[in-house]
């Protein structure tokens, strides 16, 4: 078969098993190996799922639990809303500046913590709530602590 039939072929199975409310991750894996199987071979499937089971017992993701349970400290504590006061003071006469600090402290939690997703998640739970209850829109909200969240990764 022709490369794009090949790839017709996946995305309609892909639309098809979410359509069963199949879960995406597990609709994406099952094609996935399916195409490994087609284009590989049948034997490298094993090794998707041995590399799989090797990355869970890495220690680089104990930490991620442990970052995010900072941020819902310093949430839950108060200091967070402090933060974001002190924040709201210096910034007040930049447009969006809570939005500008935002990214700035998600720059600095990057640098603590060098992960992407627990950036975005720690910073998610702190910052959002906190721009939501002084007036910024959800979307700008959302949409700043994700693009500070990308910064973890560098």
């Keep these: 078969m022709i490369p794009l039939l090949w790839f017709a072929a996946f995305v309609a199975a892909l639309i098809f098993l979410m359509a069963l409310r199949i879960p995406v991750a597990v609709s994406m894996g099952l094609i996935g190996m ?10 490298a499937v094993v090794q998707i799922a041995n590399l799989a089971y ?3 017992g890495s220690f ?7 970052f995010v349970l900072m941020g819902e ?10 933060l974001f006061r002190a924040a709201a003071l210096w ?3 930049l447009p969006g500046g809570l939005a500008i600090g935002t990214i700035a402290a998600c720059t600095g939690f990057a640098a603590v913590c060098g992960s ?11 910052s959002v709530p906190e721009m939501v209850r002084r007036g910024y ?4 909200a959302l949409g700043a602590t ?9």
């Design 54 to 56: 090797s990355q869970t």
């Design 34 to 43: 399916a195409g490994t199987m087609v284009f590989v071979s049948p034997r």
């Design 137 to 140: 829109s959800r979307r700008l």
């Design 91 to 93: 910034l007040r006469r």
């Design 60 to 66: 680089v993701l104990v930490v991620v639990p442990l």
């Design 116 to 126: 992407s997703p627990v950036t975005a998640a720690t910073m998610g739970a702190l």
């Design 146 to 154: 994700a693009a500070g969240g990308t910064l973890g990764i560098l």
């Design 73 to 82: 400290v310093i949430a839950l504590s108060g200091m967070g809303a402090s």
